[in-house]
């Protein structure tokens, strides 16, 4: 049973560890020499991280001017939650030309210039929407990816079957691990039903479908089983939201109760998701599955206005507060704290806060001594 757990919360209104993250991020992260590709795995520094972005969902033909908000909250990193062009295109020079239109957003150029940042992808950047392993294209549209996010020649991302990726950062007692997962490449096909708010889809049990495919969860084990204080679980769809009729994990039940299993079976302690793709923002939470509260801290979106301002049902929403303009997340950890403060939050595009959770290390701590 989840120990007991004091939530402080108070709402008030409030930098790809690619080649762009490459030199940048070696020596601002890690502090470490101009030697090692950011993408290098698991790349450490004496350099804890003590203030990490993210966000999702970018018209790449639409200003961007959150980004300079983003840019000017001074992150250590920057993480890109996918959605991060608009490609819906089977036409790889098309979707190329479209990085090149997020590239050439002066917000997004200063950003990727000055801060590092890490990427993954959902459905629209992957290639279309709500998309999955059937979608023809999903080695160009890789290659794309990779590429536009800068991901050094040697990095083991290039091996894998999807752009999923991690890192380690800061010195032992302060390690931050960073996990991109890849819900895309791999994804079996989705049951659909009767179309309702938020989209046609119904859960679905079969249990020959996936979400990761069996390398990634081969390799989503061997990460956490790593050791790191904080680890943050970077989802492109939402792991906790209760409704399905959009594209969360409560789409194939069986996969997401194997994740969750999963970091409960490794002991992994420190375990906060992060996810976008709904362009609004909420924070989730799970109190029963693991020896501490599995919290899932939406943000979407950076320029995508949700144009109903209704959120779907979900039962797992932490509060009832939701906040549909433009927004960024924000987890800050304070390591000079005999036991560190964690402070999770969700940004306006003044960077005013509209969401915002406190918590302490210890309150992330898994059960090592028990089964
Ligand atoms: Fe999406």
Redesign the pocket.
């Known amino acids: 049973m989840p120990r007991s757990w004091n939530l402080r919360w108070r709402f008030t209104k409030p930098r790809p560890i690619a080649r762009g993250l490459g030199l940048a991020c070696v020596l601002a992260i890690t502090g470490a020499a101009l030697t090692a590709p950011v993408n290098a795995e698991s790349p450490t520094g004496s350099t804890p991280l003590r203030r990490i972005a993210f966000g ?2 970018i018209r790449q033909d639409h200003p961007a001017p959150i980004l300079e908000t983003v840019r000017q909250s001074d992150p250590d990193l920057v993480i890109f939650l ?2 991060n062009i608009y490609a819906d295109t089977t036409d790889m020079q098309v979707m190329r030309a479209k990085y090149d239109r997020l590239a050439a957003i002066p917000e997004f150029a200063r950003l990727r210039r000055e801060k590092p940042i890490l990427a993954t992808w ?3 950047d992957f290639g279309v ?2 998309g999955g392993a059937d979608y023809p294209q999903r080695e160009g549209s890789r290659e794309n990816f990779l590429r536009f996010w800068g991901f050094a020649e040697d990095s083991p991302v290039w091996q894998h079957e999807g752009i999923y990726d991690a890192h380690v950062f800061g010195p032992e007692g302060q390690r931050v691990q960073i996990i991109l997962l890849d819900t895309r490449y791999n994804r079996s096909p989705l049951k659909q039903g009767e179309r309702r708010l938020g989209g046609p889809h119904v859960p679905d049990a079969d249990p020959s479908k996936t979400m990761l495919g069996e390398a990634q969860w081969a390799w989503l084990k061997e990460q956490l089983l790593k050791p790191a204080e904080v680890r943050i679980l970077a989802t ?2 939402q792991l906790l939201a209760s409704d399905a009729g959009q ?1 969360t994990w409560a789409n194939l039940p069986l996969e997401r109760q194997r994740l969750i299993r999963l970091i409960r079976e490794t002991k992994a302690s420190g375990v906060i998701a992060i996810s ?3 362009h609004w923002a909420e924070l989730s939470i799970d109190n029963e599955s693991l020896d501490y509260p599995l919290l899932d801290l939406t943000s979407s979106s950076f320029n995508q206005l949700h144009e109903r301002g209704t959120p779907t049902d979900n039962r797992a929403r932490a509060e009832p507060t939701t906040y549909h303009r433009e927004n960024f997340g924000q987890i800050e950890i304070d390591w000079q704290e005999a036991d560190p403060s964690i402070r999770l939050s969700i940004h306006d595009m003044e960077g005013q806060v509209r969401l915002e959770k406190r918590l302490r290390l210890s309150d992330l701590r898994a059960n090592v001594g028990s089964d």
Do not use: A, L, V
Request: with cysteine.
């Open positions: 999702s969902c996918g959605d959902d459905d629209h929407n709500d492109s769809i594209e976008g793709d709904r």
